[in-house]
C-alpha cells in the first residue's frame, strides 16, 4: 500500500475548496441513510468571502492522498471568539477544533489527525476539540447513535467505525449533544394541557407567529434572546452582526410564520421557538443535485413545503426567566401552537427537537414531560495538545 500523503488545501481557492467538498461528498454517499446536500451551500459555508465565520476565524483544509487518489480530509480551525470564551464553558483560552472529518482507513484517520493537530500546535493552541464543522452553530460532533435512520436538515451524519478511529488517537469525550424525536399527531398528557391553558389566561402574556409583518426586525430578535439565553450554555459563541445578516438571509426560504414563535411578557420579547419543515426530504429526492430537473423539484417544495417531520433546532427564553415555571409554560405553549400548525398546514406527523446538551436539565426536562425519545447522539471529543 502505498505511503499516505496530507496536501493541505485553500478555502480561498474556489478550486481547491471544491475538491476539498467533493472527497467530503463521495465518502458521504457511501454511508447508509446520508441524505446528500446542495453542492453550492456547502461550497459557500467554506468560502471566505461569503461566510461571515472566517472574519473571526483561522481555518486550514488538508486531504489525504494515497497516489493521486484521494483517501480523506480534515479541517482545522481556530475560531477568536471561542479562545476569548470562559474555559469552564467548553472552550476558551488555547481551544483549537477539527472538523469536516472523513477517512478510509484507521491509517488514513491517525494521519490526519495528527496532521490537524500540528497545525493547531503550530499556531499556539493547548488543546483539540472535535469534530465541529466549522462553527458550533453548524454541525457539531459525531453521531455516536442513531445511524439507522436518516439526519433531519442541518445535522450530521457519520458511519459509526469514526468513533473508534478517533478514541484510538487518545481523544476523550467533552460533550454529548442529543436530538429527541416525538410523534406530533398525539396530544401532550393532561399537565401540559392545565399549563398551556393557564398561560392562556394570564393577560401578561402573548405568543405570536413571527416574520409576518417583520422579518427582520424578528430574526434579531430571536438572535438577541439566543445570545442571552444561551449565554451561559457549554461550547457557547456568540452570533456576530455579520452572522446574524447571513443566518437571517439562509434561513428565509425555509421560515415559515407558522412554524416561529415570539413569547412576550407585557410586551417584551421574553422566549422564541424556530421550527424548520425537514429539507432533507427533498434534498433525499434529487440526491442533492439542482441540475438538471432538481432546482424545479425544490422550487416547488419551498413555494409549498411539505414534510412529514418538523426539525426544531433553537429555542430560548431570556436567563433572568429560566428555572421558573414561565420558563416552562412558554415552551409548551409555543409547542403546542406549531405542533398545531405543522399538522395542519404542512402535513407533519412527528417532530425532532435538538440538538440538546446531555445535561441541559430543563430542556431534557421538557422533553420528558412531551414523551420523546432520544433518537441520535453526537459526541464532541477533545484532547490536550
Do not use: C
Not at 27 to 52: G, I
Not at 157 to 169: F, L, M, R, S, T
Not at 192 to 216: F, H, L, Q
Not at 265 to 283: R, S
Amino acid at each position: 500500500m502505498s505511503e499516505i500523503a496530507i496536501r493541505p488545501l485553500s478555502a480561498a481557492d474556489r478550486g481547491e475548496r471544491g475538491r476539498f467538498v467533493d472527497i467530503g461528498r463521495e465518502f458521504s454517499r457511501k454511508v447508509p441513510h446520508f441524505v446528500p446536500q446542495l453542492r453550492s451551500e456547502q461550497m459557500e459555508l467554506l468560502d471566505p468571502q461569503r461566510n461571515p465565520f472566517f472574519e473571526h476565524a483561522e481555518v486550514q483544509l488538508f486531504a489525504a492522498f494515497r497516489g493521486e487518489m484521494p483517501v480523506g480530509r480534515i479541517s482545522a480551525h481556530i475560531d477568536h471568539l471561542a479562545l476569548a470564551m470562559p474555559a469552564e464553558q467548553g472552550m476558551g483560552p488555547g481551544s483549537g477544533n477539527f472538523g469536516y472529518f472523513d477517512a478510509a482507513d484507521a491509517a488514513v484517520a491517525r494521519a490526519l489527525l495528527a496532521r490537524a493537530e500540528d497545525w493547531l500546535r503550530e499556531q499556539g493552541m493547548t488543546r483539540a476539540l472535535g469534530p465541529v464543522s466549522l462553527s458550533i452553530w453548524e454541525e457539531p460532533g459525531l453521531l455516536t447513535a442513531g445511524h439507522d435512520h436518516a439526519p433531519t436538515m442541518m445535522m450530521g451524519h457519520h458511519p459509526p467505525h469514526y468513533e473508534g478511529w478517533i478514541e484510538a488517537a487518545d481523544y476523550q469525550v467533552a460533550k454529548i449533544l442529543l436530538t429527541y424525536e416525538l410523534d406530533i399527531t398525539q396530544p401532550f398528557a393532561p399537565l401540559i394541557d392545565r399549563i398551556i391553558t393557564s398561560g392562556e389566561r394570564n393577560p401578561r402574556i402573548s405568543v405570536r407567529k413571527a416574520g409576518v409583518d417583520d422579518y427582520a426586525g424578528d430574526v434579531r430578535i430571536i438572535l438577541a434572546i439566543l445570545n442571552d439565553a444561551w449565554s451561559d450554555n457549554w461550547g457557547f459563541i456568540p452570533f456576530t452582526d455579520r452572522e446574524i445578516d447571513y443566518a437571517a438571509r439562509k434561513l428565509r426560504p425555509v421560515i415559515n410564520p407558522e412554524l416561529v414563535r415570539i413569547a412576550e411578557l407585557e410586551g417584551e420579547p421574553v422566549a422564541f421557538m424556530l421550527t424548520l419543515p425537514d429539507m432533507n426530504e427533498v434534498l433525499s429526492r434529487i440526491d442533492g443535485r439542482l441540475l438538471p430537473f432538481g432546482w424545479w423539484h425544490m422550487m416547488r417544495w419551498l413555494r409549498r413545503p411539505r414534510a412529514r417531520t418538523m426539525r426544531v433546532p433553537l429555542m430560548g427564553v431570556l436567563k433572568k426567566h429560566q428555572n421558573s415555571r414561565l420558563a416552562s409554560q412558554l415552551a409548551f405553549m409555543m409547542i403546542e401552537y406549531i405542533r398545531q400548525d405543522a399538522m395542519a398546514n404542512f402535513g407533519a406527523t412527528r417532530g425532532e427537537i435538538g440538538w440538546i446538551l446531555d445535561d441541559n436539565q430543563g430542556m431534557v426536562a421538557i422533553a420528558d414531560a412531551l414523551n420523546t425519545r432520544a433518537n441520535r447522539e453526537y459526541r464532541i471529543y477533545e484532547k490536550q495538545l
